[in-house]
Nanobody
Framework: QVQLVESGGGSVQVGGSLRLSCTAS????????MGWFRQAPGKEREGVAF???????RYADSVKGRVTISRDNAKNTLYLQMNSLKAEDTAMYYC???????????????????????WGQGTQVTVSS
């Protein structure tokens, strides 16, 4: 069993920065890849950024160049550094880890599947102009 706890969300102005953290308890290495999804009101949950145990990353096109995902294995913590935030980045951000081994390519496109992952409770990011 894996438990995920996110923190670091908040309200910022356009162009600002935030760093989200996700602290995990349990074995997240078994799933290989973990990362972040987000869901805005009225929209589907979408993949944002993912990293595997080899530190290989994958980003959604909408955040490339503005977002960096990293993983501190010693602390069992995942980070999402978000810079140059835009109003369209406003969403609830969820940390997720798969229940079975998977690739980050598959994770990125699996926002509609909930039962095959462990999820955090979410942290709200609001970007205003």
């Amino acid at each position: 069993q894996v438990q995920l706890v996110e923190s670091g969300g908040g309200s910022v102005q356009v162009g600002g920065s935030l760093r989200l953290s996700c602290t995990a308890s349990g074995d997240t290495h078994r799933g290989n890849c973990m990362g972040w999804f987000r869901q805005a009101p009225g929209k589907e949950r979408e993949g944002v950024a993912f990293i595997n145990t080899q530190a290989s990353t994958r980003y959604a096109d909408s955040v490339k160049g503005r977002v960096t995902i990293s993983r501190d294995n010693a602390k069992n913590t995942l980070y999402l550094q978000m810079n140059s935030l835009k109003a369209e980045d406003t969403a609830m951000y969820y940390c997720a880890a798969p229940k079975t081994w998977t690739t980050c390519w598959i994770m990125m496109s699996s926002g509609k599947k909930y039962d095959d992952k462990y999820w955090g409770q979410g942290t709200q990011v609001t970007v205003s102009s």
